[in-house]
């Protein structure tokens, strides 16, 4: 049902298998699920309930009165955290599925059109890798297609950028499977 990893000395990321916690909570509704799963697996990670979650008000989560950067993403059977005690950081999971060749054109620049070729798995990860520097950014002003930049990959390895006014970096991020999802997290700033 969950699973917890340390990625580097000051990343830890956590996996929550959704349709297992919603099973032994079938009190909460429904629309309460994610929180309560975020909940859940924030105290596992922390290894206290000693946090408080909020939100700004671009809807970035954070920790009240603490140092560490989080991203918590969400999709289906799945919900994924990652913390980050040095860097800003994101995270998103997306179930593999072939509804993104028809939204391809909201999220595409033609150099990613070119590489990704309508092949469903590169799709998914380029919008993956895009939501987790969204995610980064924190505010909602970027779009996807001006702003964010994902340089072609082979492999787990991904470098994308934000441009956005005086806002231009680029980050390393990890591209993995789990089960039937892609998994995208930000590593670092490069």
């Known amino acids: 049902m969950i699973n917890i990893r340390i990625i580097s000395?000051?990343?830890?990321?956590?996996?929550?298998?959704?349709?297992?916690f919603s099973q032994s909570r079938s009190n909460i509704p429904k629309r309460g699920l994610e929180k309560a799963g975020s909940q859940f697996l924030l105290k596992e990670m922390l290894k206290t309930e000693d946090f408080e979650l909020n939100?700004?008000?671009?809807?970035?989560?954070?920790?009240k009165a603490r140092t560490e950067h989080i991203s918590i993403s969400h999709s289906h059977d799945k919900l994924v955290i990652i913390?980050?005690?040095?860097?800003?950081t994101g995270i998103d999971i997306e179930l593999i599925r072939d509804k993104v060749l028809k939204i391809q054109h909201k999220f595409l620049n033609q150099p990613e059109v070119e590489f990704a070729k309508n092949n469903v798995e590169k799709l998914i990860t380029i919008w993956a890798a895009k939501e987790a520097m969204y995610k980064v950014y924190g505010l909602k002003e970027l779009d996807f297609k001006l702003n964010l930049f994902v340089e072609e990959f082979d492999g787990a390895v991904i470098f994308g950028k934000i441009d956005i006014g005086s806002f231009k970096k680029r980050y390393q991020l990890v591209c993995e499977n789990?089960?039937?999802y892609k998994m995208v997290y930000v590593l670092n700033e490069v």
């Open 83 to 88: 913390i980050n005690e040095k860097e800003n």
């Open 178 to 180: 789990v089960d039937d």
């Open 9 to 20: 000395p000051f990343i830890h990321l956590g996996i929550l298998d959704m349709a297992a």
């Open 55 to 63: 939100y700004t008000p671009a809807n970035k989560p954070f920790l």
